[in-house]
C-alpha cells in the first residue's frame, strides 16, 4: 500500500493502511523528511510535524518490521513481523 498524502495525517492513514494490508503486503511511506523538516526539533510545519510523529510511533511499534531509506524526501517501508 502506498501512502502519500496529507503528511499532517500520515500516521492516521498508515494506521488504515495497516488494517487493510493483505498477509505479505508492505507499506511505503513516501516523503517522511518532508523536506528535512520532520528532523528538527521541533519541527516547523504542520506536515513536518507529521512526518516525525510517524516515524517516532513506528520507531517504538515492535508489530512492524520498518526501514527508513534515505532515498529523496525519504521512504519509510513497513512489513508486519507476522
Known amino acids: 500500500i502506498y501512502v502519500d498524502g496529507d503528511k499532517g495525517k500520515y500516521l492516521e492513514l498508515t494506521k488504515i493502511a495497516e ?3 493483505k498477509k505479505n503486503g508492505i ?3 513516501d516523503d517522511v523528511f518532508f ?3 520532520a528532523l528538527n526539533s521541533p519541527p516547523k510545519t ?3 510535524l ?3 510523529k510517524i516515524m517516532d510511533y513506528y ?3 515492535e508489530h512492524m518490521y520498518k526501514y527508513l531509506l534515505p ?3 525519504g521512504i519509510l517501508l ?3 513481523k507476522n
Open 46 to 48: 504542520e506536515k513536518g
Open 59 to 61: 520507531l517504538n511499534c
Open 78 to 80: 513497513l512489513k508486519p
Open 27 to 29: 507499506i511505503l511511506v
Open 35 to 37: 523536506h528535512g523538516d
Open 71 to 73: 532515498l529523496n524526501n
Open 19 to 21: 488494517k487493510k494490508l
Open 50 to 52: 507529521g512526518c516525525k
